[in-house]
């Protein structure tokens, strides 16, 4: 009995969602994120930098072609392959309006990792449970960079699924 009672109990706590995790927190200056005293590291960090500064924050997708290769690789499923393909979305699709480039970077970022030709950037993104209580999780970006352009680009988007970065 006593064997069935714990089993039971187990199988309870293990049912019961955990929403306790540690909540994913931005740094204070992610600047110093996107550097390297590695020169291609720190070259290919800037260049994501400048992805998100440039185009994902002050909307400038004119200057797409600064960053982005004209045979860019999206992995995201709701955008299609090339660099015009990308411009479109952001101007077309989403509507983003262009504003003026800041002179820091606003968006929440928790970590750049670079390796090889790959730069991931981590970002808290908020969520709601079921019953309405928020929580972080992340969300990232992924390019590969190759003379100083982004050629291929992951995150984990879903099929018509915004990012929520928190911001």
């Known amino acids: 009995m006593k064997k069935t009672l714990t089993a039971v109990l187990i199988c309870a706590a293990m049912s019961i969602p955990a929403f306790a995790q540690t909540a994913v927190?931005?740094?204070p200056d992610?600047?110093?994120?996107?550097?390297?005293?590695?020169?291609?590291?720190?070259?290919?960090?800037?260049v994501?930098?400048?992805?998100?500064k440039v185009l994902?924050?002050?909307?400038?997708?004119?200057r797409a072609h600064e960053f982005i290769a004209d045979d860019y690789v999206q992995h995201n499923p709701n955008v299609r392959d090339g660099l015009q393909a990308v411009v479109y979305f952001f101007t077309e699709v989403?509507?983003?309006?262009?504003?003026?480039?800041?002179?820091?970077m606003s968006w929440p970022v928790v970590e750049v990792m670079a390796e090889a030709d790959l730069v991931t950037v981590i970002y808290p993104r908020k969520g709601k449970t079921a019953d309405g209580k928020e929580y972080t999780t992340a969300w990232f970006d992924t390019w590969r960079i190759k003379d100083g352009r982004a050629v291929e680009h992951w995150d984990p988007a879903l099929i018509n699924e915004a990012p929520n970065i928190a911001r």
Request: hydrophobic share 40%; proline share 12%; aromatic share 6%.
């Open 30 to 46: 992610a600047e110093v994120l996107f550097t390297s005293p590695d020169p291609k590291l720190h070259a290919n960090k800037q």
């Open 56 to 62: 994902l924050e002050a909307n400038q997708w004119d």
């Open 25 to 27: 927190v931005a740094v």
């Open 48 to 52: 994501a930098y400048n992805i998100i």
């Open 94 to 104: 989403v509507k983003a309006e262009p504003s003026p480039v800041p002179e820091k």
